[in-house]
């Protein structure tokens, strides 16, 4: 009961963080979302189901489980608020050592983000045999 119930307030927290992501620029939803429908896997499925059916998530969460693959579309979201991050902290007050260890981690974190695979394009349905 108790391992059920801190799983369920790790998905409501993940989705919930993910939901504010939806408003503020900059902060990502899918991957909180991501988080949020493996917490439910393990402690609430008819979450974990509902985020999977999502109309706008859905989609992306089952490309990640199934292919491990993100959208060019994302990759490209992504890659142009890391950029606006590092333009910001470059001219910004901050430490150097934070202006020379959060672009490199952006600089790493970019080099994964586009090894990843793309979807698998969907065949319009007058081709399929």
């Keep these: ?6 799983w369920r307030f ?16 900059g ?16 402690g609430w499925p008819a979450l974990e189901q509902w985020l999977l059916e999502h109309p706008r998530y859905g ?3 089952l490309q990640w489980r199934q292919n491990r693959a ?3 579309r994302a990759k ?8 606006i991050s590092i333009m910001i902290i470059s001219f910004s007050g ?20 586009w090894n990843r695979p793309e979807p698998p394009k969907a065949v319009p349905e007058h081709h399929k045999a």
């Design 94 to 113: 901050a430490h150097t050592a934070v202006k020379i260890a959060v672009p490199l981690m952006l600089c790493v974190t970019l080099l994964w983000l």
């Design 76 to 83: 490209c979201a992504a890659s142009t608020m890391m950029l």
């Design 59 to 61: 989609e992306p969460l």
């Design 70 to 72: 993100i959208s060019r």
């Design 27 to 42: 902060l990502p939803t899918v991957p909180f979302l991501l988080v949020a429908a493996w917490a439910g896997s393990h």
């Design 1 to 6: 009961m108790v391992r059920t119930l801190c």
């Design 10 to 25: 790790l998905a409501i927290l993940f989705v919930v963080i993910g939901m504010v992501g939806v408003v503020v620029p």
